[in-house]
């Protein structure tokens, strides 16, 4: 069984399926001493140069996507420029997100400038429904009913949910284990979708005038040239493989940092570093695993320090890592393929609970009678 489950409350001695702070032991001043140290080491420095380069490098290989679109012509090796398509606008999307924790530039509003242009004017996502969605999960992550990233969408996080899914979504959650990732191809349409939503929504919207006219150029520069070039049936599997390849790389990303790790009751009063510390995971990996998932791999640095650029975050993993060594606090650091096999285990078991008491085939015979 997963390690989120609890027979009980031992603070409120009522029933509760999640864990509660009871169970933790109070870390009162371990946020103050990282930072401390961190900060004497110059890790909260920004990195200019390192992003400067990533960014020229990105900026190169989507000009050669470009070209490379041009000249092939109709041919299904445009396929091939899709793909790399969505691996560059997911590296982008890594660096806008970097942009908006302010850990590339000086100025908080020149940091949001940076990622609002990646973001929305490159990726084709909404910042302003990024930030209300993302800064919510980093003050409460795996807390329920606070962190959004826990909520019900196709996938169910918590047993509750599974076990209201109905009709088609209730067949899904029974398999959504190993539906996962196929399920992912969709996720960068699904991204696409809530952001139009949202800027064309009823309710508050940062910068929305602004969000419209980045969303309907970006989508306009990538779909008009691959529609009015291509042939209709290449163009629509051009856009199908290049979303898809977005949707995946972006959930395969994000997915290993929190799935699988304990869930906490919405009642339970938490300090800062037991409660980013706890319930979040580090993929073994180094610069390689860094590079490969924009800095996520080191998501518990990532949660206590979010403002600290991704050259440092490797520096921090040893300092944090030490301390929680010296105070017996649970540090979970695994490699990427077993995090994909946690994931599928966690939510497989979720899913579970979306199962009819009767689906045992000898039961259905005998309700059946």
């Known amino acids: 069984m997963s390690e989120t489950l609890l027979r009980s409350s031992p603070a409120t001695d009522t029933p509760s399926k999640y864990v509660d702070a009871a169970s933790f032991p109070p870390q009162l001043r371990a946020f103050v001493e990282v930072s401390t140290l961190a900060k004497g080491l110059g890790l909260m420095k920004r ?75 490159v990726v084709g996502l909404s910042l302003s429904w990024w930030q209300n969605k993302h800064s919510r999960h980093h003050g409460n992550p795996n807390r329920v009913g606070k962190d959004p990233d826990i909520e019900r969408d196709t996938i169910s996080f918590l047993e509750e949910d599974a076990s209201r899914a109905k009709g088609w979504l209730r ?26 939503r949202h800027v064309l929504g009823r309710g508050k919207v940062d910068k929305r005038a602004t969000e419209i006219v980045l969303l309907a150029v970006r989508f306009a520069a990538v779909l008009v040239p ?91 993993r040893a300092i944090v890592r030490d301390y929680c060594r010296k105070h017996n606090v649970p540090y979970t650091e695994t490699t990427l393929l077993a995090s994909y096999g946690i994931v599928v285990r966690y939510l497989n078991e979720v899913g579970l609970h979306a199962r009819d008491p009767f689906d045992c085939p000898m039961n259905a015979q005998y309700r059946r009678v």
Request: net charge positive.
């Open 47 to 121: 990195a200019r140069w390192f992003y400067a380069l990533l960014l020229t490098i990105l900026a190169l290989g989507l000009g050669g996507c470009i070209a490379g679109f041009i000249l092939l012509g109709h041919s299904w090796f445009q396929l091939l420029i899709a793909a790399a398509l969505g691996i560059i606008f997911t590296q982008v999307a890594f660096v806008g997100h970097e942009a908006d924790h302010r850990q590339i530039l000086e100025s908080g509003e020149n940091n949001n400038r940076l990622a609002r242009l990646l973001a929305t004017g």
């Open 171 to 196: 067949w899904v959650t029974k398999r959504q284990g190993w539906l996962f990732f196929p399920l992912l191809t969709l996720e960068g349409l699904n991204l696409h979708l809530h952001s139009v």
């Open 226 to 316: 691959v529609f009015w070039l291509l042939p209709l049936g290449m163009a629509f599997a051009f856009v199908g493989v290049q979303v898809a390849v977005f949707g995946v790389y972006m959930g395969a990303s994000f997915a290993p940092n929190h799935t699988g790790m304990p869930i906490i009751d919405k009642r339970a009063r938490l300090d800062f570093f037991t409660k980013q510390v706890r319930t979040s995971r580090n993929i073994r990996g180094g610069w390689a695993a860094s590079l490969l998932m924009g800095g996520l791999n080191y998501q518990i640095e990532h949660h206590l320090f979010p403002t600290m650029a991704r050259p440092h975050l490797g520096k921090a």
